[in-house]
Structures are given as C-alpha cells and as structure tokens.
C-alpha cells in the first residue's frame, strides 16, 4: 500500500510569483487536507477537500485555493507569494469524511520565498 | 474556538526513563478526538496515539500513554523507558470538525 506522497520536496520560488504544491493521497482515500507549518510552529489547517469538493477552510486568504481529481490527488496553489508563505506545506489523506478517521500525512514540501 | 496549547517548548530525558509532554486544549464540541503526533527531523508526520473524548479509558500504544483529564481539558503523553528513536518534535492536536487544530510542539531529546 503507498503511503502519501507529495512533490516537489523543496522548492524556491520568488515574491509576487505562483507555485503549485502537489499530493498523492493513499489508496482508497478520498478526502484530503493542507496545512501550512511555519518554521518553529504547529501545522496550520488551510482547507479539506472531499470528493473534489473543498468542504471546510482555515483562516487563509483566497489565493490560497486548491483542487481535488477524480483519482482523490489534490494540488495547493498559491498565488501572489509572500515572504511569509515560506513554509513547510503538509498534505494529509484520510479515507472519510468526519472526525472518526485517522488522517495519513504527507512528508511535505518545503517552499522557500525570496 | 479550537485552541491547543503545549507549555514546554523544549525537553529531555535519559535513555530508558520516563517523561512527561504536556497539553491543554479548549473546545466547546462534546464529541471530539486528540491526537499527539511525532515529527523526526524527517519531517513526516506520524502518529503516536489517538484518544476519543467519550472514552473515559486512557489510550496506549506500547511505550506510550496518555492522561486525559476530560474536565480539565488535559491530554498528557507518557513516554516509557524513553529510547534515542524517540527524539522529535511532538504535536498535541484536537480534532472536533473537518480540521485539525495543533500545538506549538514540544522538542524532545533523548540523551545517551
């Protein structure tokens, strides 16, 4: 069984610049979260996807938006960087919705903004 | 609103002995999970133990145990006979709707 996988595993990206952070969810999970981990900090929920649908949004502005296939893999773009979006970005899958089901994580994707 | 609050930022322990992480939480769900999560230096984020907060019995999982007091919204882990792996970054977090609400972590050493 593949764990949850995410790509890149670090990257740079400029000021004022778009990026798109990519999840592979496990086999036979259909729901997905973000979540952005500051250095020295807890994770930060962003949102959750359920089925291609987002179904649930932390306190994060809209050029944080996301997206959910068919197959339950889900990207996090963000646009307009700020310096302050340097962080370590978390997906996690789960094979529910709802607070019964364990959540699998990602290793994550370092973003870097300069 | 969701909070989680862990106190100890840092901590260490002597191979093979005991210690204590802290945390407290404030929800107003009676129905609600904690969580406390493990992060090596690795940075995948694995799960340690899970507690379901209509459960008075506490969780464990080998090693590890919780203390949860759920009138004063504390959710302690224990760590036995501590070993070297164990070093990390250690997450309290409480799940009571789509979302997960995490502490600030606390780094845990162990020493040889």
């Known amino acids: 069984e593949t764990g949850v996988t995410q790509s890149p595993t670090h990257l740079i990206k400029t000021r004022g610049q778009q990026v798109t952070l990519r999840c592979s969810s496990q086999?036979?999970?259909?729901?997905v979260s973000w979540y952005q981990q500051a250095l020295g900090q807890g994770p930060q929920f962003i949102f959750q996807y359920y089925r291609e649908e987002e179904n649930g949004r932390g306190n994060f502005p809209p050029r944080f938006s996301g997206l959910q296939f068919p197959n339950y893999s889900s990207e996090l773009n963000v646009n307009a960087l700020e310096l302050d979006d340097s962080a370590l970005y978390l997906c996690?899958?789960?094979?529910?919705?709802?607070?019964?089901?364990?959540?699998?994580f990602g290793p994550g994707t370092r973003l870097t903004v300069t | 609103a969701q909070t989680v609050t862990q106190s100890q930022p840092e901590m260490s322990v002597q191979e093979a002995e005991t210690v204590t992480l802290s945390c407290t939480y404030d929800t107003s769900e009676s129905n609600y999970y904690l969580f406390w999560y493990k992060q090596p230096p690795s940075r995948q984020m694995i799960l340690v133990i899970r507690q379901e907060a209509y459960k008075q019995q506490n969780a464990t999982e080998n090693r590890f145990s919780v203390n949860f007091q759920k009138a004063a919204k504390s959710f302690s882990l224990k760590i036995s006979d501590s070993q070297l792996g164990d070093t990390a970054m250690y997450f309290c977090a409480l799940r009571d709707n789509n979302d997960m609400r995490f502490g600030a972590g606390t780094r845990l050493t162990v020493k040889p």
């Open positions: 996690a899958s789960s094979p529910g919705l709802g607070t019964t089901y364990e959540q699998y």
């Open positions: 086999s036979g999970h259909n729901t």
